[in-house]
């Protein structure tokens, strides 16, 4: 069964920091690039960062320098490492596989705020 289960979020000051967890299915983990999504109130969903099986990462030029993502392969999972976080980086924050999307997960809300 097709699965992903994003965690970490949470509410967090300007200028802090967050991990975000991603845990997948075998299935879909291990022959793909994974990828962080975005979804802010009222906007589309967008693309955060993606990381390629051998680890190359890219990121959205707005989050670039900022945050990190990584992948453990034998644990199936993905993470996101975010500082340096502002107000516009409040969204619910989702993985899944990138450019074939599996059936999206249920996010974890991320919100920057004093």
């Known amino acids: 069964q097709v699965q992903l289960v994003e965690s970490g979020g949470g509410l967090v000051q300007p200028g802090g920091s967050l991990r975000l967890s991603c845990a997948a299915s075998k299935s879909i983990f291990s022959f793909n690039i994974m990828a962080w999504y975005r979804q802010a109130p009222g906007k589309q969903r967008e693309l955060v960062a993606t990381i390629s099986i051998g680890g190359r990462a890219s990121y959205a030029g707005s989050v670039k320098g900022r945050f990190t993502i990584s992948r453990d392969n034998a644990k199936n999972t993905v993470y996101l490492q975010m500082n340096s976080l502002r107000p516009e980086d409040t969204a619910v924050y989702y993985c899944?596989?990138?450019?074939?999307?599996?059936?999206w997960g249920q996010g974890t809300q991320v919100t920057v705020s004093s």
């Open positions: 899944n596989v990138f450019g074939a999307p599996a059936p």
